[in-house]
Structures are given as C-alpha cells and as structure tokens.
C-alpha cells in the first residue's frame, strides 16, 4: 500500500481508484479484524487527511455496510454516490450499447418496449440477455435478431434483482439510513 500511494503522489495530479474497497478494509474494527488490516486502515486514513498533493480518490464497494463508520464521515470523501440498478432509460441506452458493439442494432428493435421487460435488470444481465439472444439466433441459422428474441431471452433470464433480493433490500435499508446521493434520477423524475 505504501507504494501505491507514494507513486499516486509522484505523478500527481492523478486519480487513484480503489474497486470494492469494502474488501481491502473488511472486518476493521469488529472483533474478527485481522491486525494487519487495521493497521493499513489506519495507514490509509492518515494518508487522506494528511496527502499535500492533488490524488483525487475514487472508490467503489458493493456493500457499505461493511466498511467502518469512520470510513464514511464527512471529509474523508466529498461525495458519496448510491449506483443503483439502471433506469429505464439507462437499460434501454445498455441494450443498444450491447447490440451495436456486436453490430446486431437494427430499426426493427423497439429498445422502448423492452424498457419495461427488463425492470430490475442491471447492465451484466442486459448483456447476458443479449448475448443469450445473438447465440440463439446464430444457432437457428438467423442473422438478424427482433424485439420479440429478445423478450423471450428476457423471460428466460433471471434479474440480480431476483437473485439477490434480500441482499440489495438490506443494502438499499442501509443507503436509507446514511446521507448518500444517488447517481441516477428515478424512473418517475425525469
């Protein structure tokens, strides 16, 4: 970690991201905590407060909870973001992404109904849907792919919204109770 840091400082101005940082740090604090983690914690901490160069931190986790509360006080992040599963706009904008990069868009898909359809979905199920649907129509000798492919691939998936249901609920609660932005308008707030 120390020459992690040391190099985002040499060449500064720089973004040092951390994914899952919630990993890193896991169990500081609580009696499970293994000595060498907190001492980077805490490394880590004086490093924020006190870095004179310009490294901009971003970092990502999939659940907050897990991180130590003294992680998440003000000042030692500007803004905290809740990246919650995709609107309807943001899925249809994932599903065009998706069968353009396989030169599979056409005109014929109504990306607009499938909005619906794909309530609860994130952008890896989205690709997996598309994916499923290239490889179905590859097997049945087609070309070309249509809304109605793609529903039935829809119905045939299962949303991490399904799979993981009480997960994303217990982490929605804990969102609930801290002062987090989210990263998207709602569906009804456009």
């Known amino acids: 970690m120390r020459k992690a840091l040391k190099l985002s400082e040499a060449i500064s101005p ?15 604090g609580d009696s499970g905590g293994n000595e ?7 490394q880590f901490l004086t490093w924020m ?3 004179e160069n310009t490294v901009f ?3 990502t986790a999939n ?3 897990k991180l130590p509360p003294e992680f998440l006080r003000k000042g030692r992040f500007d803004e905290l973001f809740f990246v919650n599963l995709p609107n309807g706009e943001e899925r249809r ?4 992404i998706h069968l353009k990069k396989r030169n599979k868009w ?9 909005i619906k359809d794909t309530e609860g979905f994130n952008g890896a199920d989205i690709e997996a849907v598309v994916r499923d649907t290239i490889e179905a129509a590859f097997i049945d000798g087609r070309e070309t792919i249509t809304t109605s492919d793609l529903r039935k691939t829809v119905k045939d998936t299962k949303s991490i919204s399904n799979t993981l249901k009480e997960k994303i609920e217990q982490i929605k609660r804990t969102i609930d109770k801290i002062d987090i932005k989210p990263a998207s308008k709602s569906d009804d707030k456009k």
């Open 14 to 28: 720089c973004v040092l991201w951390i994914d899952e940082i919630e990993k890193a740090f896991a169990g500081v």
């Open 49 to 51: 407060q006190e870095k």
């Open 63 to 65: 659940d907050i909870s």
């Open 57 to 59: 931190i971003v970092a």
């Open 93 to 96: 904008k994932i599903l065009e």
């Open 36 to 42: 060498v983690t907190t001492r980077l914690f805490g």
């Open 106 to 114: 056409n005109k014929g898909i109504d990306s607009i109904a499938l």
